[in-house]
């Protein structure tokens, strides 16, 4: 029977494998981060795009800073938000380095994929805010707009810097967190702490859970917390049916060990 490595490991040898994994994680942060400090302006630019092109350019609409630090700590919060996501797939190898020793073979097997998936799920629903919800939900915001001095009286938005990338990183990161609903379900299923029943029971909790989360996460209107709700939904059917799958093959090989 295959041995795992860590059980010849002490805890002193766990603690220096752990502290040697977290200096290189904490180094290539801090090395991505130098560069993207570098081109905070265009990263800022990139998140920016999507209200840049709504904005009336030629009569002078753009951004704003009200505080003398603002700018230089919004390009700190750029410059650390891309340092995180371009340095995951790194942080990812040195999680997988730290645990895949106490790992027996099936074991790696079930649990890589799951470790490749939350990436990928996370890029997927950031690009999701930044094709789609964000340019209609700041589509929606502008139409308060009155520029016209004949209609009543001249309402035209100036959006602080600092305010704009809070409410973008805000809106990122709960899609890219609800988009790893499946990998968690599936996840806990293989491991067996939870059945494709009881997710099945738990179905019209989760739909009341997913608006609450929607209306907590997402600015205060119906687009933007449907845009966030829905998707939470069909991804928790989509988790029903990997965990279905899964207590198939948990039953198939139950029967075949029994034979």
């Known amino acids: 029977m295959e041995n795992k490595i860590s059980e010849k490991m002490s805890l002193t040898d766990h603690l220096i494998e752990l502290r040697k994994r977290l200096l290189w994680s904490f180094g290539i942060i801090f090395i991505i981060f130098i560069v993207c400090f570098y081109y905070a302006d265009s990263l800022f630019y990139f998140l920016a795009k999507p209200l ?24 700190l919060k750029v410059a650390f938000f891309f340092a995180l996501f371009f340095s995951f797939p790194f942080i990812s190898i040195q999680i997988w380095k730290f645990i895949a020793p106490g790992l027996y073979s099936k074991e790696k097997i079930v649990f890589l994929p799951f470790l490749m998936g939350i990436p990928i799920l996370f890029f997927i629903g950031g690009s999701l805010v930044y094709f789609f919800v964000a340019p209609t939900a700041w589509k929606f915001f502008l139409s308060y707009q009155n520029t016209s001095v004949s209609g009543g009286i001249p309402i035209r938005l100036e959006a602080k810097m600092g305010e704009y990338l809070s409410l973008m990183m805000r809106f990122i ?6 988009f790893q609903l499946p990998v968690i379900l599936t996840l806990l299923t293989k491991t067996g702490i939870i059945n494709s029943k009881s997710l099945i029971k738990f179905r019209k909790y989760s739909i009341v859970l997913a608006f609450l989360s929607a209306a907590f996460l997402t600015p205060p209107d119906p687009f933007s917390q449907l845009s966030l709700a829905l998707p939470i939904i069909v991804l928790y059917e989509i988790s029903i049916y990997l965990s279905k799958m899964i207590d198939k093959n948990k039953d198939k090989n139950d029967n075949d060990n029994d034979q």
Do not use: M, R, S
Request: proline fraction near 0%.
């Open 52 to 75: 840049v092109d709504l904005f009336d350019v030629e009569k002078g609409q753009g951004f704003i800073y009200t505080a003398l630090q603002e700018a230089f700590f919004t390009e």
């Open 173 to 178: 990161f709960a899609f890219g967190l609800a």
